[in-house]
């Protein structure tokens, strides 16, 4: 049981230490760094946007083609209430 205590302690100080070193990794990112984060983002955004319209039309698409059934079947049922060619 110490063992396993040591191993936790040790393990658990590791990551102390790596926490550290990342904020401090982070605190000294550059404004350079920063601005290629903000290009990234915007870039990401107009990605986004596009895929967004893309989806959109599919969706509209996909709407209209189903109505188009629906209307042929509605028109279909009635030529054949019409026509008497049912039953």
């Given at each position: 049981?110490l063992?396993?205590y040591?191993?936790l302690?040790q ?5 102390k230490a790596?926490k ?10 550059s ?7 903000d290009s990234?983002?915007n870039e ?7 895929r967004?319209?893309?989806?959109r039309?599919?969706v509209?698409?996909?709407?209209c083609?189903?109505i188009?059934?629906?209307w042929?079947n509605?028109?279909r049922e ?7 060619g049912?039953?």
């Amino acid at each position: 049981m110490l063992h396993e205590y040591r191993q936790l302690s040790q393990t658990f100080e590791d990551v102390k230490a790596e926490k550290k070193c990342l904020k401090d990794k982070s605190d000294d990112l550059s404004c350079s760094q920063l601005d290629d984060s903000d290009s990234l983002k915007n870039e990401l955004n107009v990605n986004v946007s596009q895929r967004h319209c893309s989806l959109r039309l599919v969706v509209v698409t996909v709407a209209c083609v189903w109505i188009t059934c629906c209307w042929q079947n509605v028109l279909r049922e009635t030529d054949l209430g019409q026509t008497g060619g049912g039953s």
